[in-house]
């Protein structure tokens, strides 16, 4: 049986750091694109960072926007763990964060319909 596990999140103030983990069972995660997304209440789910299987383009990283230069998405393949580093964190980094195991082509990571397992989410609120 597939399942993907965020932990990690919590409460916390802006400026602040906080390590969210993704681990797989019944799925091997580093033969799949990893990514997190992220979603509030009444929007959609929002791309935040992915990384490529690394068969493909070396395992290369993809950021939103909003985010890059202060997350940073990496594996542990001996974990069977996907990591997302988040820092200098601001209020409106509060969400929902989920993580997302897929097989696409590199153009559609960003796209969450193309990720075929998804984690329950954990909770990152960040507050001032």
């Known amino acids: 049986q597939v399942h993907l596990e965020e932990s990690g999140g919590g409460l916390l103030q802006p400026e602040g750091s906080l390590r969210l983990s993704c681990s797989g069972s019944g799925l091997t995660l580093r033969t799949y694109n990893m990514a997190w997304f992220r979603q509030t209440p009444g929007k959609e789910r929002e791309f935040v960072a992915a990384?490529?299987?690394?068969?493909?383009?070396?395992?290369?990283?993809f950021y939103a926007d909003s985010v890059k230069g202060r997350f940073t998405i990496s594996r542990d393949n001996a974990k069977n763990t996907v990591y997302l580093q988040m820092n200098s964190l601001k209020t409106e980094d509060t969400a929902v964060y989920y993580c997302?195991?897929?097989?696409?082509?590199?153009?559609?990571?960003?796209?969450?319909?193309?990720?075929?397992?998804w984690g329950q989410g954990t909770q990152v609120t960040v507050y001032s």
């Open positions: 997302a195991a897929g097989s696409q082509v590199l153009s559609a990571m960003r796209l969450s319909r193309m990720y075929a397992y």
């Open positions: 990384v490529a299987d690394p068969r493909r383009s070396g395992g290369a990283a």
